[in-house]
């Protein structure tokens, strides 16, 4: 069996292409293949499967548990079906478990994703990390986000502990929980620690989810476009009118592994 290892911004998958939707994956299997230590090393894996004829993006955390969608994820997996003669490059849907997402895929260059909606979820929420607390926002882009400003993403110390988030209530699932700097240039600065996985070099739900709290937090009317720098790259979301997000940016394949050996 083989495995498709690639990435967005650094964050990065490990991929089967399964459009019979014949293959199992059991959350031990994905622990073993993404552990960094002893396995080849991902944030997670996608299985691209299909659903009612269309391409379907199956994706589970590093810990194996089931996401609703990862926006870096999806351009690599539409980078995958075009790069591999699977599906034509120019604009076509991918279903997900948070709904279906249309990409502009040219043959090189960066990916544009339709996110959906990025809604904020009203009420007062806090993170903690390493005995410092921020309050900041709630925010769903058909995954749940905790979004907070900090003066210096670099001095939060390292995320190796999950960051402790109230009202726990409002999360019971988890949560993705970005820690945002603004520049001088006007960009942003990011890290983010993704449930089911620890912190990652980038997360695409999580870029979009910064752009709208960014926009809550100066005060400003949509449309809005934010440039967002997490460690792992450059990503761009441009908000509409109705807070509707579209993310662009780089998707790479690097190379296919034979996996049988984590499959018996």
Not at 2 to 20: M, S, V, W
Not at 77 to 91: D, F, K, N, T, W
Not at 111 to 130: F, L, P, Q, R
Not at 148 to 173: A, R, S
Request: one cysteine or more.
């Amino acid at each position: 069996m083989i495995a498709t290892y690639g990435h967005g911004t650094e964050n990065d998958f490990l991929l089967f292409f399964d459009p019979e939707n014949e293959l199992t994956i059991t959350a031990t299997q994905i622990q073993r293949m993404c552990n960094r230590q002893t396995g080849i090393g991902a944030d997670g894996i996608i299985r691209i499967g299909k659903d009612n004829g269309k391409w379907f993006m199956d994706y589970r955390n590093g810990d194996g548990s089931t996401a609703e969608m990862c926006g870096n994820g999806i351009r690599v997996m539409a980078r995958y079906l075009v790069e591999r003669g699977h599906q034509p490059s120019g604009i076509f849907p991918i279903n997900t478990r948070a709904g279906m997402r249309y990409l502009a895929v040219p043959d090189v260059e960066d990916i544009s994703v339709n996110m959906g909606k990025v809604e904020e979820i009203y009420g007062e929420i806090s993170a903690t990390a390493n005995g410092h607390t921020w309050s900041g926002y709630n925010i769903n882009v058909g995954n749940p986000h905790a979004v907070v400003f900090v003066d210096d993403v670099d001095q939060i110390g390292d995320l190796k502990t999950i960051p402790q988030v109230e009202p726990e209530d409002e999360y019971p699932e988890g949560v993705n929980v970005e820690f945002v700097q603004f520049q001088a240039d006007g960009e942003l600065k990011m890290r983010v620690h993704e449930r089911g996985v620890g912190e990652t070099k980038s997360c695409g739900t999580g870029t979009c989810a910064v752009a709208l709290a960014a926009t809550l937090k100066k005060g400003m009317r949509l449309p809005a476009t934010w440039y967002i720098n997490p460690p792992g790259g450059r990503l761009k979301v441009e908000l509409d009118a109705h807070s509707n997000a579209t993310l662009t940016g780089p998707a790479v394949l690097i190379k296919d592994y034979e996996v049988d050996a984590y499959f018996e």
